[in-house]
């Protein structure tokens, strides 16, 4: 997915089982999804937000 915070960085949530981080991926009985756990760029804009039932939140 494209960096919601609007830096157009392209980031890469691993969902494999091996290998750290990694993130899961459900699917919402409503058809959205929800990604687990937060995003939390360590580097460029370090941004920081949950996807959570097809929408960004973005952590305090
Ligand atoms: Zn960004």
Do not use: A
């Not at 699917?27 to 959570?52: A, E, I, M, Q």
Request: aromatic share 14%; hydrophobic share 30%; charged share 20%.
């Amino acid at each position: 997915m494209i960096c919601p915070c609007g830096c157009n960085e392209l980031l890469q949530m691993s969902l494999h089982q091996e290998g750290r981080p990694r993130w899961t991926f459900t699917y919402n009985p409503d058809k959205t999804g929800t990604l687990h756990p937060s995003v939390w760029r360590k580097v460029g804009c370090k941004s920081h937000f949950f996807f959570r039932k097809g929408r960004i939140h973005w952590s305090e």
